[in-house]
């Protein structure tokens, strides 16, 4: 019997044993036999409104028509690289496209796998041309679970549990919620804090002459979705350039239209040093790249990083039917105009339940939404897993982040529309009304 004609229904009662807890249990474990645009299609025979996009991946929609094609074509000549040992014209063609929508200067071009390696090859390239040791990021920041990513990754400390990072320092990421009560300019306020945070690390921690980068989400994702003013990172940006340390932005889940522009960096008006982008690259085909100028790629030399997968052939093509797709298909700026239109709609939602939703952030098509008990008002992931899950029974798919798993994660592919938003936000309603319902019941001892 070939490999491909036995139901695989029943593997997945077995999946326990088959799969690694890391790797298979996460929420909400949907059994699906298809994609396509903004839905999938279950065991079940159900169609599910998908927003989560494969968690920022396939943001042109799933199996796009033309980014398939682009695949097929590139199987037909191409299944492997390795760049350097051979070379081929889909890798050398992306870098030049992507030229031209990274901001200016940006322009040199490591390909790897997965953000993790993004992240890890610009981490490298800062120590290594600064001959510095130490790393700053901020605390909430995913940067991946890789050992090297770890040194960087505070999202949460269970991704940390026994390995021991070491080689970097932390300081506090954005939060509204430390602007004091009457505080006039939150973004005022922030700004001198940040300052503060950089001097004392400064005095009492590593002297900024070690510091061979600064890292950060330009929006932080997994933390929680929480979008700083520009000027908080144009502050960074200020405090990089004084003491001659690079700066990283992680654009992994940001890049590629997520945020209403090709990039973050676009949509504050700030251009780091390096920048690491992945996800919505190649429209779920794994790819990646460590970007940095032309002058800072040639001083990391032949041997001091490497790759077997990176830039495939086929993901490359997919690559560039990607951005194609993105700009014929207007799908940047669809992301800014239905973002501004569900925010509009998640507002309305928030005032009528705020006792449930505590607040709604958002830029483009990158909102999250958070979750608290409604009595305590304190964040609930238990509020927020029973939300999702009902919403899952009446046909939307969301996914969760946050340091206490209490923010719903609401990233549609850029092809999502207005009525697919009324849709899916309905659908969450219910879920929500329902939610309220059992708890009422709970409490009456019903």
């Known amino acids: 019997m070939s490999t491909q004609d036995y139901d695989w229904k029943p593997l997945f009662e077995r999946m326990p044993e088959l799969l690694a807890p890391s790797m298979a249990k996460d929420h909400p474990n949907l059994p699906v036999v298809k994609e396509e645009g903004c839905y999938y299609y279950g065991v079940d025979g159900k169609k599910y409104l998908d927003f989560t996009s494969g968690i920022a991946v396939t943001n042109t929609g799933h199996r796009h028509p033309k980014v ?18 051979i070379m081929y014209d889909s890798i050398l063609k992306l870098a030049d496209q992507l030229q031209t929508v990274l901001p200016t200067g940006l322009d040199c071009f490591f390909f790897a796998n997965s953000g993790t390696e993004a992240i890890e090859g610009g981490i490298k390239l800062a120590k290594h041309v600064t001959e510095r040791p130490y790393v700053v990021s901020f605390t909430g920041c995913f940067h991946g679970r890789s050992l090297g990513a770890l040194n960087v990754t505070t999202s949460k400390s269970k991704y940390r549990k026994f390995l021991n990072p070491s080689g970097s320092y932390q300081i506090p990421y954005f939060d509204e919620d430390e602007c004091p009560q009457g505080t006039d300019d939150c973004i005022a306020f922030s700004v001198k804090k940040l300052e503060k945070d950089f001097h004392k690390l400064f005095q009492h921690q590593v002297q900024p002459d070690e510091v061979a980068c600064v890292i950060l989400e330009p929006v932080l994702g997994e933390g929680g979705y929480i979008i700083p003013p520009k000027e908080w990172l144009q502050k960074i940006r200020e405090i990089c350039d004084q003491h001659d ?25 700030v251009t780091p040093d390096i920048m690491a982008i992945a996800k919505g690259i190649a429209s779920g085909i794994p790819l990646s790249a460590t970007v940095a100028s032309a002058e800072l790629m040639q001083k990391w030399p032949l041997g001091s990083h490497g790759t077997t997968f990176g830039g495939n052939p086929i993901a490359c093509s997919a690559a560039l039917a990607t951005l194609d797709v993105l700009k014929e298909e207007k799908l940047i700026e669809n992301a800014y105009e239905i973002g501004h239109y569900a925010m ?15 607040s709604v952030r958002g830029i483009g098509l990158m909102i999250g939404i958070e979750i608290v008990d409604p009595d305590t008002q304190k964040p609930s992931g238990d509020a927020l897993l029973r939300i999702l899950d009902l919403a899952l029974e009446k046909g939307v798919l969301f996914y969760l982040c946050g340091n206490e798993g209490n923010v719903i994660r609401m990233v549609p592919p850029l092809i999502v529309t207005k009525d697919q938003i009324d849709a899916g936000l309905n659908m969450l309603e219910e879920a929500i009304e329902q939610y309220l319902q059992e708890r009422s019941k709970l409490m009456a001892g019903v």
């Open 68 to 85: 398939v094609q682009a695949i097929k074509d590139a199987a037909d000549s191409l299944l492997h690289g390795p760049s350097g040992v």
């Open 344 to 358: 509009n709609q998640l507002e309305n939602l928030r005032l009528k339940y705020d006792h449930v939703i505590r």
């Open 245 to 269: 340390i690079l700066l990283i932005f992680d654009e992994v889940q940001t890049g590629f239209g997520r945020t209403g522009d090709w990039f973050a960096a676009q949509t504050f008006g």
